[in-house]
């Protein structure tokens, strides 16, 4: 019977000949004919255009390059937790959700103002929507509505896996002709009303719009036009940022499921506005409010409850 470093010892050679052959397949595929000039392109174009052959060419081996690179990289990986130098991350608690009964809609009725790197930008930022309602611990009830246009082209194509989305309610028609206009709250950092309490039974909307603040009010205007409520989360109130108070479509998503497990916007804010957007202080602020998160964390019992834990 062959021994373990035996076993080890072929598998090594196996893997050493097999990126040998690889290597000698790439360099015979990069020394095949070459194609006889165009007598009609420039030398940058000839350049190209070689460069172009070269990588279709060579397309084959470079995958299995990678494939050997893969392999190399688990057993190389294996190896360090069998040895014990690799840490395995801790397993992830499970979280016990209770479902609110409030309703967040995001309004998907900018596609005519936003070009397509941004409508690539918005379905991520949707996706991430779903992500952080499906973990949070106060879930919401999830409505996208204008659904349509490049936006829901892109998940047609490139985010398929849409269809299985759970608690999502993918919905053509606009937020007036969905829901009570009385019930409705346009989120927009224009609004001269703020947001002091998250209330269940109202609805609040999110501009799904990613513009780089191209289009100035825009929201706010929407919902002046539409004769409905509008308000500002306190930001201001509680951190002071480097830039506007304007955030990405799934940063004011998250502030509001976090906002209904803690009750505090403070904590809300400094665990999801990106640090970028802080000055100074409340870097600080957050470093140290991650350190406490990371106490919670090593003791769970003690999470949403550190004063008896101190004492």
Known sequence: MESK????TTSEATISEKNYDTC?????????KKEEPQQNLSKNALKKL???QKWEETREAR?????EKDKRKKEERRKAKELG???LPPKKIKVEQIPSDMKVVIDLSFDEFMTEAEITSLSLQLSRCYSANRSAMRPVNLYFTSYGGRV????????QNHINWKNVVFETRTYWDCFNKEKLVYLTADSDEYVQELDEEKIYIIGGLVDKNRH???????SQRDEIASAQLPIGNYIQLNTRKVLAVNHVFEILVRWLECKDWGKSFLEVIPQRKFNTIERKKRQENNDVNSTSLQYPECEGNEKSCDE
């Open 5 to 8: 470093d035996t076993k080890e």
């Open 85 to 87: 130098l690799i840490q």
């Open 216 to 222: 100035k009010n825009i929201c706010y205007n929407k």
């Open 152 to 159: 829901q082209e892109r998940f047609n194509t490139k985010l």
């Open 50 to 52: 070689r460069k172009q």
């Open 24 to 32: 000698n397949k790439l360099n015979e595929i990069t020394k095949e």
């Open 63 to 67: 995958k299995l390059a990678l494939k």
